[in-house]
C-alpha cells in the first residue's frame, strides 16, 4: 500500500487562523504512518515548532504548488488564483457546488490539470450528516457578535481571542436593555452555538428550524431584536427576508446576523444583501430608518482558532488515518465529479491518482 502524503497548506486568506490538523493530531497521524508535510505560516494559530515535534516535514509557504504529484493537499478556505492548472488532490471548502460566483472557475482549474477536490462539506456518513465541521463554533460567534453589536459593545478591527475572554464580554451588564433573539436552523450544530451564546449573554431566544420555516411567519420574524440564521440550505426555499421587508414601518429588527453567508448563490435564503462583511468592517448598515446592522462573515470560527481548530480536527483525523476513494471520501468524489459534469467539464480530463 502506497503511503499516504498529506500537505498542509499554508492559508492565503490573511485572517485565517485555523488549522484542519492541531499538533497533537498530526503527531497521531505520523505515527500511524503518514507523511505529513507542514508548510509554516506566519498566522496559523500553532507554531511551526510544534509540527517539528511531532514528526511533520516543514515546507515554506506555498510549496504545495510543486509538491509530489502524488500529495494531497490540505487546507480550508480558498486556494489562490494561481496556478491555472491544479494537479493535486486538494481537501479544503470549495464552496463551488452551489452555483456561486467563482465555482466554475474553480472546477475548471481542476479539470484542466487532472487534480480533483474533496470537499470538506460534502465529507458525510450514510445519512448525509456532516462528519467535520466548524458548524458550533460559527453559530457560537455569530450570535455573540450579534449581541455584542446590539449592545453597542462590539468593537472593530476584530480580533482572534479566546473563549473565556468573548465570554466576559458577553455577560449582560447592570445597564444592559432585554432584547428579543431568533436562531433559525436552531437544531443544527450552528444553531446549538447560536443557542449557546444567547444563554451566555443572558438571552433565551425563539427557536425555529424546519417546521417553522416551511410556513415563515416573516411578521413574527421581523418582531425580534435579534436575529441569527444558521441554516444550510441544500435545495431553494423562498428567502426569509426580503427587500421589502426591511422597509416595514413597525420592524423591530435591528440586528440581522447571516452565518451561512450564502451570498450569490441561489440557494441564499436572505437576499437583501450582496457582499458579505470582514474582520475590519464586519458590519454594514442595511436600512437607517429604523436602523438594521448586518453581520455576515464567512469565517466566524478563526475568531476562536484554538478551539475550532482543536474541535474540528479531532473530528477529521479518523478520516484522514482512513483517506480513500471510497465511503466517506468517495462520496466527496462523487460529487465533485457531478459538479463538473454540471458544468460542462469533460469527467474523462480528471484522472484518478
Known sequence: MTELHLWLRHEARTTERRTPVVPDDARRLVENGVALTVEDSPQRVFPIEEYEAAGCRVAPAGSWVSAPRDAVVLGLKELPGEPAELTHRHVFFGHAYKGQPQAAGLLRRFAAGGGALFDLEYLVDDSGRRLAAFGFWAGYLG??????????????????TTKEALDETLKPAADDAGFTGLVIGALGRSGRGARTAFATAGADPTCWDLAETRDLDRRALLEHDVMVNAVLATSPVPPFLREQDLDTADRRLR??????????????????????????????????????????????????????SADFSAALLPHLLDFGVTGPWGRCLDRFRQACREHGLDNGEIHDH
Open 143 to 160: 450570535a455573540a457578535l450579534a449581541v455584542l453589536q446590539h449592545r453597542g459593545r462590539l468593537r472593530a478591527p476584530l480580533t482572534p
Open 255 to 308: 440586528t440581522l446576523c447571516d452565518v451561512t453567508c450564502d451570498v450569490g448563490s441561489p440557494l441564499n435564503v436572505l437576499p437583501v444583501y450582496d457582499e458579505t462583511t470582514d474582520w475590519d468592517e464586519p458590519v454594514r448598515r442595511l436600512r437607517e430608518h429604523p436602523p438594521l446592522d448586518l453581520i455576515a462573515i464567512d469565517n466566524l470560527p478563526s475568531l476562536l482558532p484554538l478551539e475550532s
